[in-house]
Nanobody, 116 residues
């Protein structure tokens, strides 16, 4: 059974930092593109960052570069999102996804709330 479980969300003040973790089971990460998305109520889910597990190529979308970093953990089944200098507009539910060919798996999401 494939599972992606996000953790690390919470309430933080503007300017603070959080590190989100995505712990996976049931999939072999080297074959997947792992991504972080976020979604606010009434809005479409938007890509935050992704990483190709086999080659380690990481990408953060332009507006978030310099503040967010995606990286793999010491454990072979984890992906992290380091978020610095958080702003109220970063408030969202953050989702982890794993994609390979036509298959995409999602976690349940973790809430990040940034207070001003």
């Amino acid at each position: 059974q494939v599972q992606l479980v996000e953790s690390g969300g919470g309430l933080v003040q503007s300017g603070g930092s959080l590190t989100l973790s995505c712990t996976t089971s049931g999939i072999s990460l080297p074959f997947y593109l792992m991504s972080w998305y976020r979604q606010t109520p009434g809005q479409q889910r938007e890509l935050v960052a992704d990483i190709t597990m086999a080659g380690g190529s990481a990408r953060v979308v332009d507006p978030l570069q310099g503040r967010f970093t995606i990286f793999t953990g010491d454990a072979q089944n984890t992906v992290h999102l380091q978020m610095n200098d958080l702003k109220p507009e970063d408030t969202a539910v953050y989702f982890c996804s794993g994609e390979r060919a036509s298959l995409t798996f999602w976690g349940q999401g973790t809430q990040v709330t940034v207070s001003s």
